[in-house]
């Protein structure tokens, strides 16, 4: 295992507060489960990439 500096946030840098420990293995793999079904969900749902206007060239 690596290690994580729980006081500093990936994101934005800024200081973390912890806010609750949880320690019951039953609650974390319903947590780990619950987001393994978000992500994959999300996945399925992303946007098409984008793509550049139509040419006004061709509508006038």
Known sequence: M???DI????SCGGPVKIIACIEDPVVIEKILVH???KAACG???RLPP???PPQASLFA
């Open 35 to 37: 987001l393994d079904r």
């Open 50 to 52: 984008c793509r550049a």
């Open 2 to 4: 690596s290690n994580i």
């Open 43 to 45: 996945a399925a749902r």
């Open 7 to 10: 006081e500093i946030c990936n």
